[in-house]
């Protein structure tokens, strides 16, 4: 699986966009972001993927770039709730690789 | 709420013991993964298993086994404990293996004294 690199700590104002920044520079063209968040010490919490379109859900959304390179993830009202640690994973499908590879992540701190 | 249990919450025991930690998927799930999250390695795989067979396995240690039953619910055994195995221990389960969602229980927090 690709490597991924983001910023250590981020910090946003309650009610503003949080815009979460992930490099993944060495995808493979079969491999997809995901976006996990960890609350304090609960279980990491699946957020959202992309393959190579924008993604929206009901949490947020997912802007890829063309070259795949790189991407971001939007909240776009953020609360007080979405502090946390936020992990970018790129994941392909490979027998036996079903696996998540988790980095160090973004640890989103949100200001009322 | 993930749908997946995982018991005990906490569990406090001495080096050199055995443990064992459950792990109940979400109904219908049938791949178990087993996570472990220490201070200083982050979150890291163990190990997985679909349908009562391992699938794959990451870096776990020799002193450590799992396995998943017929009806799906997954027991990782630590034993020979080490200080060192101090860590919070999570159980995700997904429905198959191309799902792309895995669903985390809210782990066992293991102290070694």
């Known amino acids: 699986d690709a490597k991924t690199t983001q910023p250590p700590s981020m910090d946003c104002a309650e009610g503003r966009a949080a815009n979460l920044p992930c490099n993944h520079s060495?995808?493979?063209?079969?491999?997809?972001v995901y976006w996990y968040r960890q609350i304090h010490s609960q279980g990491p919490q699946y957020i959202i993927h992309?393959?190579?379109n924008n993604e929206t859900n009901e949490m947020a959304s997912l802007i890829i770039t063309e070259d795949r390179k790189s991407s971001t993830l939007i909240l776009p009202h953020a609360t007080l709730r979405d502090t946390a640690v936020y992990y970018c994973?790129?994941?392909?499908?490979?027998?036996?690789?079903?696996?998540?590879?988790f980095g160090t992540g973004t640890r989103l701190t949100i200001i009322p | 709420d993930s749908g997946v249990t995982q018991t005990p919450k906490h569990l406090i025991t001495a080096t050199g013991q055995r443990v064992t930690l459950r792990c109940s998927p979400r109904?219908?799930?049938?791949?178990v993964y087993w996570y472990q999250q220490s201070l200083d390695q982050g979150l890291q795989f163990l190990i997985q298993?679909?349908?009562?067979?391992?699938?794959a396995k990451g870096n776990i240690l020799e002193r450590f086994s799992a396995q998943q039953f017929p009806d799906l619910h997954s027991e990782l055994n630590l034993s020979s404990l080490e200080l060192g195995d101090s860590a919070l221990y999570f159980c995700?389960?997904?429905?198959?293996?191309?799902?792309?969602?895995?669903?985390f229980g809210p782990g066992t927090r293991l102290t070694v004294t």
């Open positions: 992309g393959l190579k």
């Open positions: 995700a389960s997904s429905v198959d293996v191309s799902s792309y969602e895995q669903y």
């Open positions: 298993y679909y349908n009562g067979e391992e699938r």
């Open positions: 060495t995808i493979s063209g079969n491999e997809y």
């Open positions: 109904s219908g799930d049938l791949s």
């Open positions: 994973i790129v994941r392909g499908f490979n027998f036996g690789n079903e696996k998540l590879t």
